[in-house]
């Protein structure tokens, strides 16, 4: 089978090497995937750049996301058919023609299902859905920031928030991207590389605060972020996106930026800190995330959620993809398609 192996870390028209790879083969409890199209995701940027901690050693395969037919079924599988199609959260490994994946982190989808929409839902959706919807549950009339709100996950996060009838105040990097907020219902769309978020808000809510921030940026982002929290606040951290590119200086500098907390003041004023993984919790709590992902495919099926594709590749334009996603310059969910 051919599939893109990640040979270096750098640039994406250096570190990626199409081969042929041996087709792996389903274990107890595993189901293997004849892939259609992969999702990409930021952490994909950090892993080539060798900035993702969680990522396998060099030689690997990368990719998160498969949507495509089931192949090959392991021992104790029942809920799938050979030739039925799926979207599924890869341990790795997707970025290519053929993926396992445990079976509790797959759902059935439709024939006529788009599958970037597909894609969508195994990291970016279901993240989005623990996020707000189990750790830190929103309601009506909370006032919730979303920082980089154009993104997959935050284009979910601004659905879901918006479902739930909360005010939002969506950060993003262009006037195109703030014309995208507001089309999604983003109530106080804020251009970061202009204004400072956290001035925009004080100005707005005052003494008040946050109900709940999303954080994907990291660093001084979160430290600030919590400065905006009101009693009963909580951020969710689910990423570090300021730490891509950055040098080992940079690295420590963005380290700091998040700043070093005492409990403390948190149970003073009845706030949380809330770290959310997607791998970690595939790996130690599949049940969990298979409620996930079944739930969020209800919700896209029934028209509750509607996520966004915002870039359709050929594998043989791996390099502009990656590139693509990197310049920031994305909006939702990018896909890349086998022909």
């Not at 498969?66 to 030739?83: D, K, M, Y």
């Not at 509790?104 to 788009?114: G, N, T």
């Not at 920082?147 to 939002?168: D, F, P, S, Y």
């Not at 202009?194 to 999303?214: E, N, P, Q, S």
Request: glycine residues 12%; proline residues 3%; positive net charge.
């Amino acid at each position: 089978m051919k599939a893109f192996v990640l040979t270096k870390h750098g640039s994406a028209d250096k570190a990626f090497e199409l081969r042929e790879t041996q087709r792996p083969v389903p274990q107890a409890g595993q189901i293997l995937v004849a892939v259609e199209a992969f999702g990409l995701n930021f952490a994909d940027i950090m892993a080539r750049q060798g900035k993702y901690e969680d990522a396998p050693k060099i030689p690997s395969i990368l990719g998160y996301e498969v949507v495509g037919r089931v192949a090959e079924i392991g021992s104790g599988v029942t809920n799938f058919q050979l030739g039925q199609r799926v979207t599924a959260l890869t341990r790795f490994g997707g970025y290519a023609e053929f993926a396992l994946t445990d079976a509790r982190a797959a759902v059935a989808i439709p024939e006529d299902l788009d599958a970037g929409v597909a894609a969508a839902i195994a990291t970016q959706y279901c993240t989005a859905y623990y996020s707000a919807y189990e750790m830190a549950p929103l309601f009506l009339g909370n006032h919730v920031l979303i920082q980089a709100a154009a993104g997959g996950v935050g284009t979910a996060l601004v659905q879901m928030a918006k479902n739930r009838g909360c005010i939002v105040y969506g950060t993003a990097g262009s006037e195109e991207k703030l014309n995208y907020l507001r089309g999604l219902g983003v109530d106080y769309p804020i251009n970061y590389r202009t204004t400072d978020f956290a001035d925009y808000i004080k100005k707005h809510r005052g003494a008040a605060g946050l109900d709940v921030i999303f954080d994907s940026i990291g660093g001084k982002s979160v430290s600030k972020g919590i400065k905006l929290l009101g009693a009963g606040g909580r951020i969710v951290c689910y990423g570090a996106a300021v730490r891509t590119g950055s040098s080992k200086i940079g690295d420590l500098r963005m380290l700091l930026g998040f700043g070093f907390y005492s409990p403390v003041p948190f149970l003073m004023k009845s706030q949380g800190l809330i770290g959310v993984n997607m791998l970690k919790l595939a790996d130690n709590r599949p049940d969990t995330l298979q409620r996930c992902m079944q739930q969020v495919a209800t919700m896209i099926l029934n028209g509750e959620l509607t996520p966004h594709v915002g870039g359709k590749f050929s594998y043989k334009e791996m390099a502009k993809a990656h590139d693509f996603l990197e310049g920031r310059s994305s909006m939702g969910k990018i896909i890349v398609y086998w022909e």
